[in-house]
């Protein structure tokens, strides 16, 4: 056995240490200051960012037989996921202070999830993949209970609960399978053997349960059931993780088993795909359209969201090389500006839910006089989620489009353009209220500012993104697998 | 004075844009600072664009000159490629100048509710993309900037506009960015064909070819679709009463005499010389919708009673004059395009502005309930006659050079177009502006003339032309003469231009 690469695994140690630590502290800490699990947390997210860097350049490190590989796309989604992290810290610690729900149980179990994110981006056996997806899951229902007096909590992480473990069972099954089939839970030789024997139905079979477990995780059409309810009931912060972290983290594990176990047998599961991506654009639109409740609005649009991610497995093709590596750009570039974008919208209602007292959107209405720099920032990510200029947004739906066309798959390309007109309706909406209807309020809101730096941040990491698109798309094309 | 060449048409198009970031840094509250920053910003572009005249070379209009090619995206191959050609240029200065005019007159007319500061960095912004449409050489570039118009034009109408003005907005937002997805199809569409965004390149490639007819003919209507919407051509002009009547004096200046020319820009800078075959497939409809626009834009204008929506419909009739140019695919009718841009967007920018002074002094748009201005306000009412004399056509003044130039155009189209077609259209058009002349001089009957109405004649709040709404509207005036004297100044620039893009046509 080759010994460790600890270096490789340096991220996942100090993110375990900083979890741990968080926990322990919270122990010895009286009731008021409990807030500095924050703090720490923050740390030990900066500390994993730092090991991430520090991998930066060194290779690719492959360790623990195989099963762990650090390449530009895993330091890509480390990177993502500790940015995330450090988003969504910044989003609750009014909430969890103030309300002084469990902080030090929270951060940990944040932390955690997170770790689950980042052992999923190196992840490349079916095993570490199976573990990463369940370290992500897990804390994310305890999460979402921790309003434990409120009913809704209560029964948005019953429903998220048993859903998880529904979805998990599926996939693990189909897993199983593939290891009856193949001997192997290495992803590279799993596509070998696959590539060696004829395609059997249960091969098909197998790959279509790992498919539906994982859309489970994602929450594509016609999975999505328990995500608006479970948005909803969940504390608002939570919601924002799991709709940016818990989804990216099911992307990453879709992705790597699409693209290293499974493109020998693409032509069989492709089309799955492509419906998918389909029923999940056209329906989450289409119901986000009637929505009253901004965290709904904001699950419904972020399931069409993942739509557009979906179509990029529905263009992978083993023959073509090139219209892979497109394919797979265009999700990772989608992905990331997605995260920022979304948690900037949940932030920006994380915001007014704190201050102004409601999470209806009818409640928007002239925030602009209110509160001119909340209303800028929600309209600018709503701006940007709608895929217009002068945001990132534009991008991500733009590189996604061109592979389409690159593809030849016009039908989803239509789709997606058709897709684009109705969503920008329903977030033209919400900016419609903040801006052009008189306020029901004339009391200003003061926004925190951390919530004004997370808010801010995004906002301006967004803007640069469109300005220079290569930011991103530099990123994007050193990461592919 | 050689670092222009290099920076000048890049400042023209990102001062203002720079300007919108300083504003937001600026308080609120000191309205005088902010209107002074914006105009001055809006200032600094059109020195910029000033000086990018002063370096152009006269004898090559048909070259694009002060040309800036940079990497930008480099795994799709979109570059930064910006310059200005004979037809660019005219389009560049108008805009640059017509928002430096839009900020003077803001000084004293910010709209309701106010908010300077955010109106003053929604106009910067939206200069920027519509300097930016004018410049572009890349697809992908001009579709940014192309895009880039309509969040700034989206608020300005719906926090700024009329009563029916959230509407208006959204309707406005909708519909071009429908019609402009199917423009960004067309162009990656093109991209996968060639390799390219770049429009120059992609103009040697199409006078040579690119693709199929099928392929050519779908791209086109994909670039059509988007670009029709754009102009408005009928029967995608619906958008275009609502946002215009709506939007605040500022945004429909803006709207008519600069957004509406991206569309027309889009057809002779890419649609033509890219896809000359496809152009010379869809030139018969192109001119038999713009001669539907002409005189169903005509007829109209004869149905309103608010004056604002008047002059709205007219854009569509005069615009339908440019598109009727542009289908004839002769030098004649593409410099006449042209020259019908420049001349609509001196025109039509001036009358938004008096209907939205008429409205400021007399609170009402209705032409029913106005009258006698000559007799009011005898400085105004002159100006107002002085317009729309100029927007019927009146040889002398700007806007007949752009109708007659098509109109001679389509008397004898480019060789592989039916010129029997052509010329029904043409007389089409002169029906036309026979009835453009009726229902301007109706107008000019009804709201100049006659006695001035009970409730208006203590003359109370009614001024005359005041000095600052001279010194916006001064330079207006002057161009609509001028460029009716002396058309050499828009056609010396564009006959070159046009024809380089004739050559891509192959005749």
Known sequence: MNPVDWHALAPEVVLTIAACAVLLIDLFVPDEGKWIAMPLSAAGIFGTLAAVVSLIGTGNHVTLAGSFEVDGFALLFKGLFCLIGLIVLAISFHYFRSGRYYQGEYYFLLLTALLGGVVMASSRDLVTVFIAIELISVPGFVMTALRKRDAKSNEAALKFFLFGVLSSAVMLYGMSIIYGITGQTLLSKINSELAASPSEPIVVLSVFFVVVGFAFKISAVPFHFWAPDTYEGAPSPVAAFLSTASKVGGFVGLLVLMFIAFPSVADTWRPIFAVLATLTMSVGNLIALRQQHIIRLLAYSGIAQSGYVLVAFALIDPAAPGMNAQALQSALIYLAIYAVMDLGAFAAAVAFGRQGGSYFISDYSGLWLRSPVLATLLAGFLVSLAGVPPMAGFWAKLFVFKATIDAQVYWLAATMGLNAVIAAWYYLAVVKRMFFDAPTSEEPLEIPYLMRAAMGVAALALLAAFIYPPLITALAERSII | ?507
């Open chain 2, 1 to 507: 004075m050689e670092w222009v060449d290099d920076w000048g048409v890049s400042l023209a198009t990102f001062l203002p844009a720079v300007g919108a970031i300083v504003l937001l840094f600026l308080p609120s509250a000191q309205d005088r600072i902010i209107k002074a920053v914006g105009t001055l910003f809006a200032g600094l572009a059109l020195i910029a664009g000033l000086l990018v005249m002063a370096r152009f070379d006269y004898g090559a209009t048909g070259e694009i000159q002060l040309e800036v090619n940079a990497t930008w995206i480099e795994q799709i191959s979109a570059n930064y490629h910006i310059g200005v050609d004979g037809i660019s240029l005219p389009l560049l200065i108008l805009s640059l100048l017509v928002t430096f005019l839009c900020m003077i007159y803001l000084w004293w007319h910010v709209p309701e509710p106010g908010k300077p500061k955010a109106f003053l960095a929604l106009v910067l912004v939206l200069e920027t993309g519509m300097n930016g449409s004018f410049v572009a050489l890349d697809l992908i570039l001009f579709f940014v900037f192309w895009e880039a118009v309509l969040v700034p034009m989206y608020f300005m109408i719906g926090i700024w506009g009329g009563p029916r003005r959230e509407y208006a907005a959204v309707k406005f937002f909708l519909y071009t960015l429908f019609g402009s997805i199917f423009t960004l199809l067309g162009f990656l569409a093109l991209w996968i064909k060639t390799g390219t965004f770049d429009m120059i390149e992609l103009r040697e490639l199409g006078a040579a070819g690119i693709g199929s007819d099928l392929f050519q003919n779908l791209v086109f209507l994909g670039l059509f679709l988007g670009l029709a919407i754009k102009v408005p051509m009928w029967p995608f002009h619906t958008w275009l009463p609502d946002a215009h009547t709506e939007a605040p004096t500022v945004g429909s200046v803006l709207l008519a005499a600069i957004l509406l020319k991206m569309g027309t820009y889009g057809f002779v800078r890419i649609a033509l010389p890219i896809l000359p075959d496809a152009a010379v497939t869809y030139a018969p409809i192109i001119g038999i919708l713009a001669v539907i626009a002409i005189i169903y834009g005509a007829l109209c204008c004869f149905a309103q009673s608010d004056l604002k929506r008047l002059i709205a419909f007219s854009s569509v009739g005069h615009m339908g004059f440019v598109m009727l140019g542009i289908a004839t695919l002769t030098e004649a009718g593409i410099n006449g395009a042209v020259f019908g841009m420049v001349a609509h967007g001196l025109i039509t920018g001036m009358l938004f502005f008096l209907a939205g002074s008429i409205h400021e002094r007399y609170h009402t748009r209705e032409i029913s309930e106005l009258g006698g201005l000559l007799a009011q306000i005898p400085r105004f009412g002159s100006v107002f006659t002085y317009c729309a004399i100029a927007s019927l056509g009146l040889p002398g003044l700007a806007g007949f050079w752009g109708e007659m130039l098509a109109l001679l155009g389509s008397y004898n189209p480019a060789s592989p177009l039916d010129p029997v077609l052509f010329r029904v259209l043409m007389v089409g058009g002169g029906i036309g502006t026979v009835l453009t002349a009726g229902y301007l001089l109706w107008t000019v009957q009804r709201v100049n003339l006659g006695r001035v109405p009970d409730k208006f004649a203590d003359g109370k709040g009614i001024h005359d032309v005041q000095a600052l709404e001279w010194y916006a509207w001064a330079p207006l005036l002057v161009l609509i003469l001028a460029a009716g004297l002396f058309p050499k100044l828009v056609l010396g620039l564009t006959s070159e231009a046009v024809s380089t893009i004739m050559g891509a046509l192959g005749g």
